[in-house]
């Protein structure tokens, strides 16, 4: 089964972009719809973004679109979230996960990586 370790998070001043990688491990990669989810303090966990196995479709969050656009290299076995005009609602914990099924819910993401830290500051 895939396994998903998160990097690139940070402190980032309003306005700043910041991207985040997803980086899997596995032979079966391509096989898998990938999802990014945030998670702020005291919230739920949201949907942010998804990307079909084979990376030609997506989907975002409304309160995301036309701000960060998600992209996969298969052979690389690397997701991307790449995020502009970052705002500070935008501060969350931001885990990408792996999903048998397009698009993905959190029901059907059977792998989750460890998380990675987005503050933006005002």
């Known amino acids: 089964q895939v396994r998903l370790v998160e990097s690139g998070g940070g402190l980032v001043q309003a306005g700043d972009s910041l991207t985040l990688t997803c980086a899997a491990s596995g032979r079966t990669f391509d096989a898998y719809a990938i999802a990014w989810f945030r998670q702020a303090p005291g919230k739920e966990r949201e949907f942010v973004a998804a990307?079909?196995?084979?990376?030609?479709?997506?989907k975002s969050a409304d309160s995301v679109k036309g701000r960060f656009v998600i992209s996969r290299d298969n052979a690389k076995n690397m997701v991307w979230l790449q995020m502009i005009s970052l705002k500070p609602e935008d501060t969350a914990v931001y885990f990408c996960a792996a999903s048998s099924w397009y698009p993905p819910v959190e029901s059907t993401c059977d792998s989750w990586g460890q998380g990675t830290q987005v503050t933006v500051s005002s």
């Open positions: 990307i079909s196995g084979s990376g030609n479709s997506t």
